[in-house]
Protein backbone atom coordinates (compact mmCIF):
# COMPACT_ATOMS: atom_id res chain seq x y z
CA UNK A 1 0.00 0.00 0.00
CA UNK A 2 1.36 3.03 -0.78
CA UNK A 3 0.10 6.93 -0.02
CA UNK A 4 0.93 10.29 0.65
CA UNK A 5 0.11 13.09 3.10
CA UNK A 6 -2.64 15.08 2.18
CA UNK A 7 -1.54 18.90 1.49
CA UNK A 8 -4.71 20.25 1.55
CA UNK A 9 -7.78 20.66 4.16
CA UNK A 10 -10.24 17.63 4.24
CA UNK A 11 -12.68 19.64 3.79
CA UNK A 12 -11.70 21.18 0.58
CA UNK A 13 -10.07 17.81 -0.82
CA UNK A 14 -12.03 15.63 -3.68
CA UNK A 15 -12.21 11.72 -3.30
CA UNK A 16 -12.64 9.09 -5.83
CA UNK A 17 -13.51 5.94 -4.44
CA UNK A 18 -12.75 2.71 -6.46
CA UNK A 19 -13.83 -0.73 -6.43
CA UNK A 20 -11.63 -3.42 -8.72
CA UNK A 21 -11.63 -6.78 -9.63
CA UNK A 22 -9.04 -8.73 -10.60
CA UNK A 23 -9.32 -10.36 -14.75
CA UNK A 24 -10.44 -13.91 -14.03
CA UNK A 25 -7.04 -15.00 -15.54
CA UNK A 26 -4.34 -14.08 -13.41
CA UNK A 27 -3.88 -14.94 -9.37
CA UNK A 28 -4.34 -11.78 -6.87
CA UNK A 29 -0.85 -12.07 -6.34
CA UNK A 30 -0.42 -11.31 -9.94
CA UNK A 31 -2.99 -8.64 -10.04
CA UNK A 32 -1.11 -6.67 -7.26
CA UNK A 33 2.23 -7.24 -8.36
CA UNK A 34 0.98 -5.52 -12.27
CA UNK A 35 -1.17 -3.05 -10.96
CA UNK A 36 1.92 -1.71 -8.34
CA UNK A 37 4.61 -2.45 -10.93
CA UNK A 38 3.28 -1.47 -13.80
CA UNK A 39 -0.08 0.26 -14.25
CA UNK A 40 0.36 2.64 -10.85
CA UNK A 41 3.53 4.30 -12.70
CA UNK A 42 1.86 4.02 -16.65
CA UNK A 43 -0.80 6.78 -14.59
CA UNK A 44 1.63 8.77 -12.50
CA UNK A 45 4.22 9.31 -15.52
CA UNK A 46 1.33 9.94 -17.90
CA UNK A 47 0.08 12.32 -15.44
CA UNK A 48 3.86 14.16 -14.83
CA UNK A 49 4.46 14.46 -18.53
CA UNK A 50 1.57 16.46 -19.17
CA UNK A 51 2.69 18.58 -16.39
CA UNK A 52 -0.11 18.17 -14.02
CA UNK A 53 0.37 17.09 -10.30
CA UNK A 54 -0.12 13.69 -9.24
CA UNK A 55 -3.53 12.91 -6.51
CA UNK A 56 -2.03 14.04 -3.38
CA UNK A 57 -3.43 10.40 -1.93
CA UNK A 58 -3.30 7.52 -4.06
CA UNK A 59 -3.87 4.57 -1.86
CA UNK A 60 -4.68 0.62 -2.82
CA UNK A 61 -6.27 -1.68 -0.38
CA UNK A 62 -6.01 -5.45 -1.18
CA UNK A 63 -8.49 -8.13 -0.35
CA UNK A 64 -6.72 -10.73 1.58
CA UNK A 65 -8.23 -14.00 0.43
CA UNK A 66 -7.08 -16.01 3.19
CA UNK A 67 -9.08 -13.67 5.58
CA UNK A 68 -11.94 -12.20 4.12
CA UNK A 69 -13.49 -9.51 4.42
CA UNK A 70 -17.79 -9.15 5.14
CA UNK A 71 -20.03 -6.09 4.30
CA UNK A 72 -22.33 -5.41 7.12
CA UNK A 73 -24.74 -8.01 6.49
CA UNK A 74 -22.28 -10.54 6.61
CA UNK A 75 -22.09 -11.03 2.12
CA UNK A 76 -18.12 -11.54 1.14
CA UNK A 77 -17.15 -8.42 -0.41
CA UNK A 78 -17.23 -8.57 -4.65
CA UNK A 79 -14.30 -6.78 -5.05
CA UNK A 80 -10.26 -7.73 -5.13
CA UNK A 81 -8.80 -3.71 -4.36
CA UNK A 82 -10.12 -0.65 -3.00
CA UNK A 83 -8.39 2.47 -4.51
CA UNK A 84 -8.40 5.93 -2.43
CA UNK A 85 -7.59 8.94 -4.82
CA UNK A 86 -7.60 12.62 -3.44
CA UNK A 87 -7.20 15.83 -5.33
CA UNK A 88 -7.13 19.50 -3.82
CA UNK A 89 -10.42 19.97 -5.72
CA UNK A 90 -13.36 18.55 -7.76
CA UNK A 91 -12.20 21.08 -10.67
CA UNK A 92 -8.23 19.77 -9.73
CA UNK A 93 -9.21 16.15 -10.40
CA UNK A 94 -11.10 17.22 -13.63
CA UNK A 95 -8.89 19.13 -14.86
CA UNK A 96 -6.02 16.71 -14.03
CA UNK A 97 -7.28 13.16 -14.61
CA UNK A 98 -10.47 13.39 -16.17
CA UNK A 99 -9.25 15.31 -19.30
CA UNK A 100 -6.14 14.05 -19.44
CA UNK A 101 -6.68 9.97 -18.19
CA UNK A 102 -10.28 9.34 -18.99
CA UNK A 103 -10.88 11.63 -22.24
CA UNK A 104 -7.51 12.57 -23.05
CA UNK A 105 -4.48 11.76 -24.72
CA UNK A 106 -3.84 8.86 -21.63
CA UNK A 107 -7.30 7.07 -22.56
CA UNK A 108 -6.23 4.53 -24.92
CA UNK A 109 -2.79 3.67 -22.77
CA UNK A 110 -4.99 3.20 -19.57
CA UNK A 111 -7.58 1.00 -21.39
CA UNK A 112 -5.21 -1.20 -22.67
CA UNK A 113 -3.35 -1.22 -19.73
CA UNK A 114 -6.47 -2.07 -17.57
CA UNK A 115 -7.38 -4.50 -20.02
CA UNK A 116 -4.29 -6.62 -18.82
CA UNK A 117 -5.53 -7.00 -15.15
CA UNK A 118 -8.45 -5.48 -14.39
CA UNK A 119 -12.14 -6.85 -15.38
CA UNK A 120 -13.19 -3.66 -16.35
CA UNK A 121 -16.64 -4.70 -16.29
CA UNK A 122 -17.07 -5.22 -13.04
CA UNK A 123 -15.33 -1.63 -11.70
CA UNK A 124 -17.32 0.45 -9.53
CA UNK A 125 -16.07 4.68 -8.70
CA UNK A 126 -17.89 7.01 -6.00
Known sequence: MKSST???SPSARYFIIAFLSKHPSIT???FRT???THHVPLI???VSAAGSPPPSVYTRRYIDSRN???TAS???VSFDCMTELQFASKEKFEENWVKLLMLGE??????T???KFLDRGRTVAY
Do not use: C, F, I, M
Open 6 to 8: PTT
Open 28 to 30: LGE
Open 34 to 36: YYE
Open 44 to 46: LST
Open 68 to 70: PVV
Open 74 to 76: GEA
Open 106 to 111: GKTAVE
Open 113 to 115: DES
